[in-house]
């Protein structure tokens, strides 16, 4: 009985430390998202309209659900693609990396 125990108790711990780490949307992951041709059909990405963020030097104008938003019309226009749900780690994700292309003003 003690050896099922251990592998048992490895799993869960294993299962609670990929849960935590979906839980936080990651800049890595909003890159990689950015980068992704396989958002959609037509074969781009975020980074081919926007290459280094070019044209993101406003996104700090919108909160966080126009963004959102935007985002998702960006799929489904320029890439032929489903839309991402607004509260999934990928949509948080890709939101956290655009954001890094704001420049804000005071």
Known sequence: MRYIAIPVILL???????ASAI???SLSLGKSIFESTQLGTSGR?????HPQGKGLDKVADFNDLELKDIINAC???AQKGQTISPESQEMNALLGYVRTFQITTQ
């Open 23 to 25: 839980e936080a949307p």
């Open 45 to 49: 990405s975020c980074d081919n309209c």
């Open 12 to 18: 869960l711990c294993t299962s609670c430390l990929t």
């Open 75 to 77: 799929i489904r226009d």
